[in-house]
């Protein structure tokens, strides 16, 4: 009576059949995503590297002054050093450009989708347990299409940060639209704006707030997956992890995950600034 009957459902062998067919039928497309975000990433991390590293050190100096205090600014430099003396210069430089481009990819898709679900109850409601999905499943299980797609490298950390990631700022972005006070957007359209003169002068900037949230959340979440997207081949602080964890190497592991803990303390303090320096422009204005 214990035992479960003799039924079977191969549920992954439909997704496995799904995930061919997207590869033949859209091959074009993943090599154009492909150069695409090679691209990027090629850009940012060559000016990156690029950039004296007093001078990278100054930009962010000062960013941590203007958005939170010069006392910030000056922890955030002493970080920044600190990583330098660890050999690990280059390797941050890579891992910042693997973030931004996964950020600026999932910001590009979020907004819009997030803005779409705001209006449309529909969408919303396809959408929704769709991203519930992309935040609960286990983030090794995005490395395997990652692979399939793209091939070991960064490309395929891009990808699976991108699953990961893009989540919150479409949450947010909706949550945000839907949240703007009604009696604005009524005086608004007894003016007779339009649909368009609507969203931009009124919603998007009444949202911009909580929208800075999600901006925030998603770049802390494609940073928590530097290590994890190393596993496909992806360079800089997260493969040095990886290494020191195959060669049982402390000191190494302990910088790279120490550097790891920098980055994320100056990029969650930034761009939290940044989210308050919105909110205070909309309450002055």
Request: hydrophobic share 55%; proline share 3%; net charge negative.
């Given at each position: 009576?214990?035992?479960?009957?003799?039924i079977?459902?191969?549920?992954?062998?439909?997704?496995?059949?799904?995930?061919?067919?997207?590869d033949?039928?859209?091959?074009?497309?993943?090599?154009?995503?492909?150069l695409?975000s090679s691209?990027?990433?090629?850009?940012?991390?060559?000016?990156?590297?690029?950039?004296?590293w007093w001078?990278?050190i100054l930009?962010i100096?000062?960013l941590?002054?203007?958005?939170?205090s010069?006392?910030?600014?000056?922890l955030?430099?002493?970080?920044?050093?600190l990583?330098?003396?660890?050999?690990?210069?280059?390797?941050?430089?890579?891992?910042?450009?693997?973030?931004?481009?996964?950020?600026?990819?999932?910001?590009?898709?979020g907004?819009p989708?997030?803005?779409?679900?705001?209006?449309?109850?529909?969408f919303?409601?396809?959408?929704?347990?769709?991203l519930?999905?992309?935040q609960?499943?286990?983030?090794?299980v995005?490395l395997i299409p990652?692979?399939f797609?793209?091939?070991?490298?960064?490309?395929?950390a891009?990808?699976?940060?991108?699953?990961?990631?893009?989540?919150?700022?479409i949450?947010?972005?909706?949550l945000a639209?839907?949240?703007?006070?009604?009696?604005?957007?009524?005086?608004?359209?007894?003016f007779?704006?339009?649909?368009?003169?609507?969203l931009?002068k009124?919603?998007?900037?009444?949202?911009?707030?909580t929208i800075?949230?999600?901006?925030n959340?998603?770049?802390?979440m494609?940073?928590?997956?530097?290590?994890i997207a190393?596993m496909?081949?992806?360079q800089g602080?997260?493969?040095?992890?990886?290494v020191?964890?195959?060669?049982?190497?402390i000191?190494?592991?302990?910088e790279?995950?120490?550097?790891?803990?920098?980055?994320?303390?100056?990029?969650?303090r930034v761009?939290n600034?940044?989210?308050?320096?919105?909110?205070?422009?909309?309450?002055?204005?």
């Open positions: 009576m214990g035992v479960f009957p003799d079977t459902f191969k549920l992954g062998d439909y997704v496995e059949t799904f995930i061919n067919f997207l033949r039928s859209l091959e074009s497309f993943f090599d154009f995503i492909y695409f691209e990027i990433i090629s850009g940012i991390e060559g000016f990156l590297l690029w950039l004296p001078l990278f930009i100096v000062l941590g002054w203007y958005f939170k010069i006392f910030a600014g000056v955030y430099g002493i970080f920044i050093f990583i330098g003396t660890f050999g690990l210069w280059e390797d941050l430089m890579t891992t910042i450009a693997i973030v931004m481009t996964a950020v600026i990819i999932s910001l590009a898709l907004i989708l997030g803005v779409w679900m705001a209006f449309s109850k529909g919303s409601t396809v959408m929704r347990p769709i519930d999905a992309m609960t499943m286990p983030s090794f995005y990652a692979i797609f793209f091939g070991l490298g960064n490309i395929s891009i990808f699976a940060t991108l699953i990961y990631a893009i989540p919150p700022v949450r947010l972005t909706e639209i839907r949240g703007v006070d009604q009696e604005v957007i009524e005086s608004a359209e007894s007779g704006s339009s649909n368009m003169q609507m931009f009124i919603q998007l900037p009444q949202a911009l707030p800075m949230a999600g901006v959340q998603t770049t802390m494609a940073l928590a997956m530097v290590v190393s496909v081949g992806a602080l997260g493969e040095q992890v990886l020191s964890i195959n060669q049982i190497d000191a190494l592991g302990f790279a995950g120490i550097s790891i803990v920098f980055l994320a303390i100056i990029i969650d761009t600034g940044l989210a308050d320096k919105f909110q205070k422009h909309r309450r002055v204005s």
